[in-house]
T-cell receptor, first 113, second 113 residues
């Protein structure tokens, strides 16, 4: 059974701190790993990683994938209160022709003043 | 504005009643998905559709049904056979069934009394 594990489950940081969120996976025929940010409703897409060792970056957020060790990290530097959300990791295996994502339970990040 | 809409935002139903959740997209995406999100759990796939008039069961399809008569629409019916229907339901779409980047609607929170 495909499995995605995120850690920590939750954390509280002060504005300006740097945080690292972890995602490890056991998936048959791995194809891609995705990060989403979920505030109150719809998860919004952040990154998709398919190749090992390549960093994807967008402003203060960055992510890297290690296909050998089967994990990814999401870094957020100089955190702001607007970064408070649940961060979801999902993995997309090759299953026939359809993309079926397997999600982790998420990391709840709270950024305080 | 292109996007995915779900209605209603909140839905209350009595036990034993069927209920249909709406999902519409104007992104011209081929593939659409339904997920269920429960507290402390990741998103779990209920049904997905790669093209019009075709759909497949996900990991937790029991007690649910779908149709895909139009490209833009993928309604989900929660039947009385679903033993624990109270949850947050998310609809998503992707450009094709091979694309792992899924875009989500705002969700419907269903409460069965």
């Amino acid at each position: 059974e495909d499995k995605v594990v995120q850690s920590p489950l939750s954390l509280v940081v002060h504005e300006g701190d740097t945080v690292t969120l972890n995602c490890s996976y056991e998936v048959t025929n791995f194809r891609s790993l995705l990060w989403y940010k979920q505030e109150k409703k719809a998860p919004t897409f952040l990154f998709m990683l398919t190749s090992s060792g390549i960093e994807k970056k967008s402003g203060r957020l960055s992510s890297i994938l290690d296909k050998k060790e089967l994990f990814s990290i999401l870094n957020i530097t100089a955190t702001q209160t607007g970064d408070s959300a649940v961060y979801l990791c999902a993995v997309g295996p090759v299953t026939g022709t359809a993309s079926k994502l397997t999600f982790g339970t998420g990391t709840r990040l709270q950024v305080t003043l | 504005d292109g996007g995915i809409t779900q209605s209603p935002k909140y839905l209350f139903r009595k036990e034993g009643q069927n209920v249909t959740l709406s999902c519409e997209q104007n992104l011209n995406h081929d593939a659409m998905y339904w997920y269920r999100q429960d507290p402390g759990q990741g998103l779990r796939l209920i049904y997905y559709s790669q093209i019009v008039n075709d759909f497949q069961k996900g990991d937790i399809a029991e007690g649910y049904s779908v149709s895909r008569e139009k490209k833009e629409s993928f309604p989900l019916t929660v039947t009385s056979a679903q033993k624990n229907p109270t949850a947050f339901y998310l609809c998503a779409s992707s450009t094709t069934s091979r694309s792992d980047t899924q875009y989500f609607g705002p969700g419907t929170r269903l409460t069965v009394l």
